[in-house]
């Protein structure tokens, strides 16, 4: 089945993300249509930041997803499921990476990759995800991001990064397609089992004041549930709160 799906390769866009909304928009794109770009101009990150690729070196590419009515009761579901996705993939790379909440991709403590999913409705009307994927791969230092890594850095030399793009695709659609309350339960726990800090003391910061605290879970809408030293129990939303080390 995956090779009848659409992989559209351009050799440089402003972001993967902007442009398969703006085709979704205006046209029919089949469900699981993947873009990749070789070089990005204006590639865009969480909560309005910039994400910077080194053409060359980096995987930006973007996923449609069309929305089930029923399948997820909160899109934090689905979330989860394309970041265990990218993290089995990886794996099947050799390298074991770690999720930090609520979606970032890391190894040995640095960011890896970084995940996108916006929704729009198409040019039909129905609800769907676009999932934009960014993946370090060959940088060999990140003199501006010192809190950036990538997989050559981590020992993982990867000739042709196509096969791990499709190995994430394929992963996220058979994850996608079997999801049923049982499987997304086991998602959880998979993403609980390798998510940053789980159950682990670290530092916080919450308007400008910092404070120990262990993650003792994420509700079911993706808020992350932090105990306190004096044990008192906060969920936060991603804007919220931010894990400093
Ligand atoms: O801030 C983050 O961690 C998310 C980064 C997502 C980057 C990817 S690269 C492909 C796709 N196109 C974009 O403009 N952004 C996403």
């Known amino acids: 089945m995956s090779n009848k799906l659409t992989v559209i390769k351009l050799n440089a866009i402003d972001s993967t993300n902007s442009f398969l909304k703006q085709q979704t928009k205006q046209t029919f794109v089949a469900n699981f249509t993947l873009v990749h770009a070789l070089e990005q101009t204006a590639g865009r990150g969480q909560m309005g930041a910039t994400w910077l690729a080194e053409a060359g070196k980096s995987l930006t590419f ?45 190894a040995g403590g640095r960011k890896l ?13 129905n609800p769907t995800f676009i999932v934009g994927i960014g993946i370090n791969v060959k940088q060999s230092n990140f003199n501006e991001l010192p809190s ?25 659609i058979e994850l996608f397609e079997n999801s ?13 089992s ?32 932090l105990q306190h030293e004096n044990d008192e129990i906060r969920e936060y939303g991603i804007k919220e709160v931010k894990m400093m080390y």
Do not use: C
């Open 62 to 106: 973007s996923l449609l997803v069309r929305k089930p009515v029923e399948k997820f009761k909160h899109d934090f579901e689905f979330q989860m499921l394309v970041s265990v996705a990218i993290q089995q993939s990886l794996n099947k790379f050799g390298l074991a990476s770690e999720i930090k909440w609520p979606n970032d991709i890391m």
């Open 113 to 125: 990759g970084g995940i996108l999913i916006e929704q729009l409705n198409d040019n039909q009307g």
């Open 148 to 172: 950036a890594t990538s997989l050559l850095l981590n020992g993982v030399d990867i000739e042709d990064d196509t096969i791990l793009m499709l190995e994430i695709r394929d992963q996220i």
């Open 180 to 192: 049923s309350a049982e499987s997304l339960a086991i998602i959880r726990t998979k993403y609980l």
């Open 194 to 225: 390798v998510l940053m800090k789980y159950q682990k003391p670290a530092v916080y910061q919450v308007n400008n004041l910092l404070f120990n605290a262990l993650i003792l879970g994420v509700s079911p809408e993706g808020k992350l549930v």
